[in-house]
């Protein structure tokens, strides 16, 4: 019953002295354990989480896996070789690029810097994005107009075009200017969809009673409302989390992305994409390890939501 | 298991999509020369936005250059193949000495307008590109000229709007002074600036650059601006090379793959460079329609003899000689470039006039002992380099093969050094920035070796910006230009082409070649040496 | 609500003004000299350069520039591109209308095809439907844009050849069917996302159950009811990704060769080529305004909740 727990919890948020809520010896599980109860014996979770965990561990120690340099190359032997996929975790195993470099040594180690840029992008815009969109939908009035103006501004500049101009006016481009660019450019979209869900959540009977109990504002922001609202904003992030790993390789593709020297997905998948019909594995490979790091945080992404939705409870 | 499942469905779905995209082609290669040819047959080529509107002495790009090319014929041309010089609209071209020249020009030309080609259009035309008031971008073409200065100085209004070296003894005489002696003069009349205009050019130059009217083969019908630029052959052009179609329509592409998928669909005649994913295939996708042409254009990456890295060796040439012995020009060109270039032999490349076989001798060939003596000779072993290009033009893969060629043979640091565009490297290079390399390139204005030497490696040359200067060089590209005859200039050149390698302001890497085809609807395309299509010689097939 | 409108159109003078502003000042501050940039290769001409830049302002201080630049759009010149010589407001009519079209087909892909599979989805939550729809999206997200368009073009022209490789005639709606579904891909599979999420969740709701209940039909519940309040994250979303399609085609746009604004905007940032890029980017502000206003008014209309005084 969705309402039980609302209930339950606007009852927590009581001042003392109006509801008396007999204080039970059994302190009322937030919504957060809660949510972590669910989410351990959840499969989809599970899974992705190890394979996130996988990921983040070949993000940090590449050479774990394989002690093959993946900027040494061989263009008279390997030039295009093709993968042998029974040299399990050899040199090999995925094939050579247009460089004649190791493939496999190549997706391991550009894990990082795709990883950094999807991580660390998605995480900027949700809590700049979040937090404008909530202080926007909450106070409404003229406060919601100047943020919304405000967002408007930025949301005019076209994510790839405004990309395009403020790593332009880099001359040492590095994964932390991508990451500032498309973030900067990014949080407005989570913003306009917070606010929106916002909207809708403030209007409910649970955050009503809440206010009419006296709730401070905080408490009800982020005890009522964001639980509620959050959902749309997990899922468009983790399907941005993706989008912005895909957007760093066309920005690479426009040649204006991670400097070429950085070992990057998309790095290799844009200098891939020339060979697309004689060699086809030399783009597949770190295609392959995009979609399905994206895969994993979609997985995450849905499995979370569905863990901190009270109303799917 | 959700997870597992979807990824199997991604990694399947993935890999179809990938197996049908390798094996396209195979479709079928006839070339097309058994068919009937329709003489009013149009047919399309690529082409990109001209930047400019069409004024010859104004038009630098590739996009308006071949559209100006088509629409004004100029007193010389250049042979297709051979490069050699040909006169057009000139009847004769009389050297008298080193600087004057007496042109005679061809009766029976005229303008699509109607209007006759006298000497006048030339000598017109010549005087408004020169004068600075007009702030064309070719006038610096015109500074051979006597009085080049008085219409257009360094600094402030021209003093004059008529060069004193140019005069018109009659409708079809042009004299020439010449203010220093230039015995290839008249290789630089076959450039695009030296166009003759009708006189309803200076009524509105701007408005007729939006529907130019020029003497050439093709006249202009339509410019539908982002889209394409459509011309008709025109009926009563006088060159020899009467075109054998009924027009050319400059169809504009932003990318290369675009047009080479239209080309292999046959929506696309005639292309003009096969795009980077399209060259391992393009023999099998159009089998005989194929073409593959030498180009007079060179790479290289140059040196920036002021950087601190550079001043800070031994031996500055023996350094160079070594990186370049380095570099695997063979193997690059055969996998990364994929058959696109030649390896370079020297400064010069083969179909340019004064072109001397093998002049870089065993510099530039791959030689990694060699390469790390010298370079340790040099006192560069513990060095680090970089080569700036920008990202924005197809290099980043050669330049990563060449650094990767560098470090393993001479265990020199070699990194690449991208800018986003071209102008924050052009940024970077007039400032005098460059770390230690920068790549470089010339693309020939006219075929002859002192094209590709004076204005590049000369001590004061405008287009040396890594700031070389070799005394020698300096004395016998001075002797070249008073030499008395063409050919002993190109002598000369030569020797000095010879002396650059004892120092070597730069690495030669390879010449460009024209890799292209054409559609199924169309026969006879071949290229010429600046890697655009004989347009008059394209015949388009009967429907 | 017409004083609502109202206040909103006028809150537009200060956003137009600012992002204005922002993009003149990006503009300038990119590196290079676009000037000098004009010889490429060559040795350029000094006193050409000084002529260009004279006529052009560049020799002014950056907000003078802007304030010319400023004062005269609004007496409606656009101002003139320093590289081409034309005026910006003839080129925008040429590339407008282009990229207008293949955004509204994008957008329309978008609607329908985004809607249905989430639909399809959010009504049959865990079953197969719905890990079809994951897996179709996961694909469309994960692969860059420029691989997805190469793919699509080397399946649909290529080998079955249904269409041209690239767009012949932009005016030509068919043609631009196939960029369309590329340039919405993106967007297509956050729809359905977002569709199915919201269609999950209210599908418990208690109203729904009430209508069920009641013993309303399936489709008045699901046509009427569900949807209506399903639709609101949809919405919001779809009213600024209007602007966002039509100012991201540059990628689509060069693969497929059509000849709109993204393309004009890529080289005219290339080319610092200022009064281009603030002419384009400009109209496509307004664009993302108005449309953002109309998602405004739509919530009121889906959520009788919402009110604007």
């Known amino acids: 019953m969705p309402e039980t727990l609302n209930k339950a919890s606007a009852g927590a948020a009581e001042t003392p002295a109006v509801t008396p809520v ?292 | 298991m959700r997870g597992a499942t979807s990824a199997k469905w991604v990694a399947g779905a993935a890999i ?195 529907e130019p009217i020029g003497n050439g083969p093709y006249q202009f019908v339509k410019w539908n601006h982002n889209q394409d630029f459509l011309t008709k052959a025109y009926d009563k052009y006088a060159g020899a090379d009467k075109p054998k179609n009924g027009g050319v329509d400059f169809k504009f592409y932003t990318t290369s793959e675009a ?64 990186i370049s012995m380095a570099i695997d020009r063979d193997t690059i060109t055969k996998t990364v470039l994929q058959g696109s270039r030649t390896p370079a032999t020297g400064f010069v490349p083969p179909a340019v006039k004064g072109y001397s076989a093998d002049a870089c001798g065993e510099f530039c060939k791959y030689n990694p002992t060699k390469a790390k003596e010298l370079v340790t000779e040099a006192g560069g072993a513990n060095a680090t380099i970089s080569v700036l290009y920008n990202a924005d033009g197809g290099h980043k893969e050669w330049v990563t093969a060449v650094c990767s060629n560098i470090t393993q043979a001479t265990g020199v640091k070699c990194e690449s050094d991208s800018k986003a565009d071209f102008k924050t490297t052009l940024d970077v290079r007039t400032n005098k920035k460059v770390q230690s390399f920068y790549r470089s390139g010339w693309v020939q204005d006219y075929p002859l070796n002192a094209n590709f030497l004076k204005d590049l490696y000369g001590t004061t040359a405008a287009g040396n910006e890594g700031g070389y200067s070799n005394k020698t060089f300096d004395d016998l590209t001075g002797k070249a230009d008073k030499a008395a005859s063409l050919d002993e200039s190109v002598k000369l050149y030569q020797d000095a082409e010879k002396s650059l390698y004892a120092d070597m302001p730069a690495i030669p890497l390879w010449y460009y070649k024209t890799n292209a085809g054409y559609s199924a609807n169309v026969k006879n395309v071949t290229y010429d040496t600046f890697g655009k299509p004989v347009f008059t010689a394209v015949e388009v097939l009967k429907k | 609500m017409g004083r609502y409108v109202a206040r909103r159109l006028l809150q537009m003078i200060p956003v137009f003004i600012g992002t204005t502003l922002l993009i003149f000042l990006m503009v300038y501050s990119l590196p290079g000299d676009p000037v000098r940039a004009l010889w490429g290769d060559r040795p350029a001409d000094p006193q050409a350069m000084a002529r260009l830049r004279h006529e052009y302002w560049f020799d002014r201080p950056v907000l003078a520039q802007y304030w010319h630049y400023l004062s005269n759009v609004v007496t409606g010149d656009f101002g003139t591109s320093f590289v081409t010589g034309r005026k910006v407001i003839d080129v925008m009519a040429e590339t407008f209308p282009v990229t207008v079209r293949l955004a509204l087909v994008a957008f329309a892909v978008e609607v329908v095809v985004g809607l249905s599979l989430g639909l399809l989805a959010g009504l049959n939550r865990g079953k197969t439907w719905d890990k079809l729809v994951l897996v179709i999206t996961l694909l469309l997200i994960s692969i860059p844009i420029f691989v997805l368009g190469f793919i699509f073009q080397t399946i649909f022209a290529d080998q079955l050849g249904w269409v041209t490789p690239t767009v012949q005639n932009s005016d030509d709606i068919s043609q631009l069917i196939l960029p369309g579904v590329v340039l919405g891909s993106l967007s297509f599979a956050y729809i359905a996302r977002l569709s199915r999420t919201s269609l999950a969740e209210n599908l418990r709701a208690d109203y729904i159950r009430t209508a069920i209940a009641k013993g309303l039909p399936r489709r008045r519940v699901v046509g009427v009811h569900l949807m209506r309040n399903s639709l609101i994250p949809v919405v919001t979303f779809l009213g600024t990704d209007l602007g966002a399609l039509m100012g991201g085609a540059i990628v689509t746009e060069g693969i497929f060769n059509v000849h709109g604004i993204g393309n004009t905007l890529y080289r005219s940032i290339n080319q610092s080529d200022n009064a281009t890029v603030v002419g384009i980017v400009t109209i496509l502000v307004i664009v993302y305004l108005l449309s953002s206003l109309l998602v405004d008014l739509l919530y009121a209309a889906l959520d009788p909740r919402i009110r604007y005084a």
């Open chain 1, 22 to 313: 007999p204080v039970a010896a059994e302190k009322p599980r937030s919504l957060w354990s809660d949510a972590w109860r669910d989410l351990r014996r959840n499969p989809v979770f599970v899974i992705s989480a190890v394979l996130i965990v996988f990921l983040l561990v070949v993000a940090a120690f590449p050479g774990l896996f394989t002690s093959v340099d993946p900027d040494h190359a061989d263009l008279g032997k390997h030039y295009l070789g093709v993968p042998s996929y029974s040299h399990f975790f050899q040199e090999d195993w995925f094939g050579y690029d247009v460089q004649g470099r190791s493939i496999f040594a190549r997706v391991l180690f550009g894990a990082r810097a795709s990883i950094i840029v999807g991580v660390c992008v998605t995480l900027f815009v949700t809590l700049l994005g979040g937090l404008v969109g909530m202080l926007a939908g909450y106070f409404g009035g003229w406060f919601d107009s100047l943020l919304s103006r405000i967002t408007d501004v930025f949301f005019g500049i076209p994510l790839l075009l405004g990309a395009i101009v403020v790593l332009n006016a880099f001359t040492h481009r590095t994964i932390w200017t991508v990451v500032l660019a498309l973030g900067i450019l990014g949080w407005t979209q989570l913003a306009r969809v917070m606010r929106g869900s916002v909207l809708t959540v403030k209007q409910a009977d649970y955050v009503q009673a809440a206010k009419a109990l006296g709730a401070g504002t905080g408490r009800i922001m982020f005890r009522h409302i964001l639980p509620n609202a959050i959902a749309p904003v997990i899922v468009v992030a983790t399907i941005a989390l993706g989008g912005y790993i895909a957007a760093e390789a066309t920005l690479s593709f426009l040649g204006i992305g991670l400097p070429p020297s950085t070992v990057s997905w998309g790095n290799d998948i844009s200098s891939g994409q020339t060979v697309i019909r004689t060699a086809p594995h030399v783009l597949f490979f770190p295609s392959a390890m995009l979609s399905l790091t994206v895969l994993a945080f979609i997985m995450l992404g849905d499995a979370v939501r569905d863990a901190l939705d009270p109303k799917l409870r």
């Open chain 2, 16 to 210: 179809i999509a990938l197996a049908a995209t390798a094996c396209g082609g195979g479709k079928d290669s006839t070339d097309n020369s058994g068919a009937a040819a329709d003489p009013a047959g149009v047919f399309s080529y690529q082409s990109s936005e001209p930047q400019h509107p069409i004024q010859p002495a104004n038009v630098m790009e590739t996009g308006g250059g071949r559209i100006t090319d088509v629409l004004f014929s100029k007193l010389v041309d250049f042979d297709p193949k051979s490069g050699a010089i040909e006169n057009v609209v000139a009847d004769s071209i009389k050297q008298d000495d080193a600087s004057h020249y007496t042109i005679k020009v061809k009766q029976g030309w005229t303008f699509h307008n109607g209007e006759k080609v006298t000497a006048k259009s030339f000598v017109d035309a010549w005087n408004w590109g020169a004068n600075a008031k007009n702030a064309q971008q070719n006038a610096s073409w015109f500074s051979d000229i006597k009085g080049y200065d008085e219409v257009h100085p360094e600094k402030g209004d021209p003093k004059s709007d008529k060069m004193s070296g140019l005069s018109t003894p009659d409708d079809y005489t042009i004299k020439v002074e010449l203010a220093n002696p230039a015995p290839y003069w008249t290789y630089k009349l076959g450039y695009s600036a030296f166009s003759p205009l009708p006189s309803v050019f200076y009524t509105n130059p701007k408005k007729y650059g939006e």
């Open chain 2, 259 to 322: 047009a080479y998928k239209d080309t292999v669909s046959n929506n696309l005649d005639v292309l003009d460079q096969v795009a980077p994913s399209g060259m391992a295939t393009y023999h099998q996708d159009l089998g005989k329609r194929a073409v593959d042409a030498p180009q007079n254009s060179i790479q290289t990456i140059a040196v920036a003899a002021y950087s601190p890295t550079i001043k800070g060796l031994k031996d500055r040439g023996k350094f160079m000689q070594g």
